[in-house]
C-alpha cells in the first residue's frame, strides 16, 4: 500500500509540474526568455555584481519532454559578450544553435539577442545549460529537465519526490578577471573561495551564516530523486549524504542499471540522478560536496560545502550528523564507481570502425617569452602554463568555425589535426618533463574531418608532462559508449572493452594516469568542439573541433543559418 501511495504522490506531483508549465501531450514547442542582467549577490559576508539569467543564481529551470522543441529567446543587457551552451543536448541538424562562442557562432553583444532553437530528439533526463564564452558559466548556469513523454512509465520505482542539485564554485572576484589574471600571470588560478550546493555555501566558510545553507527538507521513509549536475569551473568533486546510501539510476540523461554508491565523484559538466531513502533516525544530515585532486602540486579549497538532509520533525538543537567524504586524493573511490557504471539494457555499439583515433591530452609548460617575466611567466620553472590535445593547443579563433565552414571561408582554422601524437612514448610514466625545454606544444586552430555515418573509436590517453591529471572530456553534440576505461597506457592487446552495456556518456573523466576508449557514429554534420571541461584547461588550449560533413538528402544536411545569427 505504501508503494503505491509513494507512486501516486510521484505522479500527482509531476502532473501539477506538467500542467503549471502547460506541458500538454499534444503541445511540443516550449518558449523561454533569459534577459542576461547583472545583479548583486551577499556571500560570506562580502556583496558582488555577477552576471546572471533572469536575476537568478543559480539560473531558471528549462522543463520539457522528450522530442519538445525548445525556443529561448536570449537578450543581452550586460557590457559581457554572452553565448549560452545547452550542455548534453545532442543538437541533431541545429548545430547554428550549440553556443560555444567562436566555434558555432559569434557572442551576443551588449544590448543584442539571439534566439536559440532545438529539439530534445529521443532525449530525456537531466542536462543543463550554461554560459560558453570566457568564464561567466561560474555564475551563468542552470539546469534542464527533461521527462519521459506521458504514458511512457520509468524502469524505475518512482520516487515521492525530486530535487535539482546543482554544485558549483565561488569567488569574491569577478570570473572574468580571475581568468584574465591566470592568463597573463602565465601561472594557475587563484582556487575558489568556496564550493556552493544550490548557490550557497554552507556554514564551513568564513562568515558563513544559517541564511547561507540549502535545506532539503524530507519526510521520513519517502524515497527522493536528487538531480546532480556539477556547474563548476576548474575542480572535480566528491558528493556525499551522512548516513544514507544513493542508488544512481542515470548518467549524463541516460538510464543506468541501479548501482549503489556511498559517494560518487561527479566532474564538471556531469549529470548523474540517484535515488535516496529518508530511512534513518530524524535528524539533520549533511550533504557535502569536496574537492577531488588528482593533479600534483596544485593549490584546493579544501572546506567543503554543507546542505542540510533535513528530517521533518527535527530540531535546530540537534547536531547535524557529518558527511564522510573520501580523501582528497582517493582515485579508488572515482574507479570503483565508473566500474560499476552500466547502460541499463544491451546497446547497439559500433562494432567495425572506420576511423581509429588516438589523442593525448594533458598540460604544457611553454618557454617564457616576455619582457616581464616575473608578472607574465608564473608557471613551473618560470615558464607559461599551457594545455593540448595530440600536443596542439587550440588557438580559439575571432570567427565563427561554423559559419567559416559552411561558407567556406579561409584562413580561420586548418582541416589538419592528426589522428595520432607526433610522437609515441611512455605517455604517463616516460613524458618529457624538463620544463621548459621539452614541454612546450604546438599551437593553431586545428580540425578533423570525419565524413557523414562514420563509425568513429577514439582512445583519449592521459600524460604525464607537468602532471597526470583526471580531465572530464566533453564532446558537443554527440553522446558515445565508453567502451574501455584504465590505468596506465592504453594497449590494444591487453584492453578489455565492454561492447555490451557500456555507459552512454557526453562528458568523460579520463582517469589520471590512464586512458578512455569512446565510440560514436559521425552522424551530425556541423562543427562539434570537444574540449576538457575544467575551464582553465581549456583556456590553456585543451580542446579541438570536429568537422562532420554532409550526408545524402535533407535528413543528413545542416541547413542554413538562421537570419538572426549575430556578427563577430
Not at 539577442?113 to 542536462?127: A, D, H, P, R
Not at 579549497?301 to 521533518?312: E, G, N, V
Not at 565552414?405 to 582541416?415: A, E
Amino acid at each position: 500500500m505504501s508503494d503505491f501511495w509513494i507512486s501516486y504522490s510521484y505522479i500527482l506531483w509531476l502532473s501539477i509540474v506538467l500542467y503549471a508549465l502547460d506541458l500538454h501531450v499534444s503541445a511540443t514547442t516550449r518558449f523561454y526568455d533569459f534577459k542576461v542582467q547583472t545583479m548583486r549577490i551577499t556571500k560570506m559576508c562580502k556583496t558582488k555584481q555577477i552576471v546572471s539569467i533572469n536575476q537568478m543564481f543559480p539560473g531558471p529551470v528549462i522543463y520539457a519532454q522528450e522530442d519538445d522543441q525548445i525556443i529561448v529567446k536570449v537578450t543581452n543587457e550586460t557590457p559581457y559578450n554572452t553565448t549560452l551552451h545547452w550542455h548534453g543536448v545532442r543538437q541533431k541538424l541545429s548545430c547554428w544553435y550549440d553556443g560555444p562562442s567562436y566555434i558555432t557562432q559569434c557572442p551576443i553583444l551588449s544590448g543584442q539577442n539571439f534566439v536559440y532553437k532545438f529539439t530534445l530528439e529521443k532525449q530525456k533526463g537531466t542536462l543543463f545549460w550554461h554560459a560558453h564564452v570566457s568564464w561567466l558559466r561560474g555564475t551563468v548556469y542552470g539546469a534542464i529537465i527533461v521527462y519521459p513523454k506521458m504514458g511512457i512509465p520509468s524502469p524505475f520505482r518512482n520516487p515521492y519526490k525530486e530535487q535539482i542539485i546543482l554544485l558549483g564554485e565561488y569567488w569574491h572576484k569577478d570570473v572574468v578577471q580571475l581568468e584574465h589574471e591566470a592568463l597573463e600571470s602565465g601561472g594557475a588560478p587563484s582556487p575558489a573561495d568556496a564550493f556552493t550546493i544550490n548557490g550557497q555555501p554552507g556554514p564551513n566558510y568564513k562568515c558563513s551564516s544559517n541564511n547561507d545553507v540549502y535545506k532539503m527538507v524530507v519526510i521520513p521513509g519517502k524515497t527522493y530523486m536528487l538531480r546532480i549536475v556539477n556547474a563548476a569551473l576548474n575542480s572535480e568533486h566528491f558528493f556525499t549524504i551522512a548516513r544514507h546510501k544513493m542508488t544512481i539510476l542515470e548518467a549524463d540523461g541516460e538510464y543506468t542499471k541501479p548501482l549503489i554508491v556511498n559517494h560518487l565523484m561527479i566532474a564538471p559538466g556531469q549529470t548523474i540522478n540517484v535515488l535516496v531513502t529518508a530511512d534513518q533516525p530524524v535528524n539533520r544530515y549533511s550533504m557535502a560536496m569536496g574537492p577531488y585532486v588528482s593533479a600534483k602540486n596544485i593549490s584546493f579549497q579544501k572546506l567543503p560545502a554543507i546542505s542540510y538532509f533535513q528530517y521533518t520533525g527535527s530540531t535546530a538543537k540537534q547536531i547535524v550528523m557529518p558527511a564522510q567524504l573520501p580523501t582528497v586524493t582517493d582515485d579508488l573511490a572515482v574507479k570503483t564507481v565508473m566500474d560499476g557504471l552500466r547502460s541499463l539494457h544491451p546497446v547497439m555499439v559500433p562494432r567495425e570502425i572506420d576511423v581509429n583515433l588516438f589523442f593525448t591530452i594533458g598540460l604544457n609548460v611553454e618557454k617564457c617569452g616576455s619582457s616581464n617575466p616575473d608578472k607574465n611567466c608564473q608557471g613551473p620553472h618560470g615558464g607559461v602554463l599551457g594545455a593540448s590535445v595530440n600536443n596542439i593547443s587550440f588557438t580559439s579563433p575571432t570567427f565563427s568555425l561554423l559559419q567559416a565552414y559552411y561558407k567556406d571561408i579561409n584562413g580561420h582554422f586548418t582541416r589538419d589535426f592528426p589522428d595520432t601524437p607526433h610522437k609515441v612514448y611512455d605517455y604517463v610514466n616516460g613524458a618529457p618533463n624538463n620544463i621548459p625545454h621539452d614541454t612546450q606544444s604546438l599551437v593553431g586552430t586545428r580540425t578533423k574531418v570525419l565524413e557523414f555515418g562514420s563509425r568513429v573509436e577514439l582512445i583519449l590517453q592521459d600524460t604525464g608532462t607537468v602532471s597526470t591529471e583526471n580531465h572530464p572530456v566533453h564532446m558537443h553534440g554527440y553522446s558515445f559508449y565508453v567502451v574501455g576505461y584504465g590505468s596506465g597506457n592504453y594497449n590494444s592487446r591487453t584492453a578489455k572493452l565492454n561492447l555490451v552495456d557500456p555507459p552512454y556518456l557526453n562528458t568523460i573523466g579520463v582517469p589520471v594516469g590512464g586512458w578512455a576508449a569512446i565510440r560514436f557514429v559521425a552522424d551530425n554534420p556541423g562543427v562539434w568542439f570537444m574540449h576538457c571541461h575544467l575551464e582553465i584547461h581549456m583556456s590553456w588550449g585543451l580542446s579541438m573541433a570536429f568537422i562532420v560533413k554532409n550526408g545524402k538528402g535533407e535528413m543528413q544536411t545542416l541547413p542554413p543559418p538562421p537570419g538572426d545569427m549575430p556578427t563577430c
